[in-house]
């Protein structure tokens, strides 16, 4: 069994686990981040698994129609991660994407900007920086 998934396994006794999932859209050398909700931090777009009887790239596709109006094709996997909080574990579920069309953002986003991704602001979410090393690497 995947290492990562064992880890997951063995949080679900102590506290409860939200499934997150987004694409991961950069476009020459900037990637696309947004603020929404009760956060006041910068996020890739995407959101939690709200249903189970759809993939995690339905999730994507969904999250980011909702969220800034696009459509996406998804490319690779990118970095998964899990990320434990004071009630909850989340597990991240990074996809690199490509976007298909023009950024019309919902009415529940805050803000929304493209970053330079060897310059990014400090007030990311603790995802952000891993997952755009990993980008960078490979």
């Known amino acids: 069994m995947n290492s990562f998934f064992r880890h997951v396994i063995l949080f679900l006794m102590d506290k409860p686990i939200i499934v997150a999932s987004g694409p991961v859209i950069i476009e020459d050398g900037k990637v696309l981040l947004n603020k929404h909700g009760d956060d006041k931090f910068w996020k890739f ?3 939690k698994a709200e249903r189970y009887d759809i993939s ?3 999730v994507v596709k969904r999250e980011v129609k909702e969220e800034m109006g696009l459509e996406v094709e998804l490319l690779r996997p990118l970095k ?3 990320i ?3 009630d ?4 991240l579920i990074h996809y ?5 069309g023009e950024v019309r953002p919902g009415a529940d986003i805050i803000a929304w900007d493209w970053f330079d991704i060897n310059n990014l602001p400090e007030d990311v ?6 997952v755009i090393e990993e980008y960078l690497e490979s």
């Open 45 to 47: 777009v995407g959101g």
């Open 56 to 58: 995690l790239e339905e």
């Open 80 to 82: 998964p991660m899990m």
């Open 84 to 86: 434990e909080m004071t």
């Open 88 to 91: 909850k574990i989340v597990v």
């Open 96 to 100: 690199l994407a490509e976007r298909k």
């Open 125 to 130: 979410a603790p995802n952000i920086k891993p």
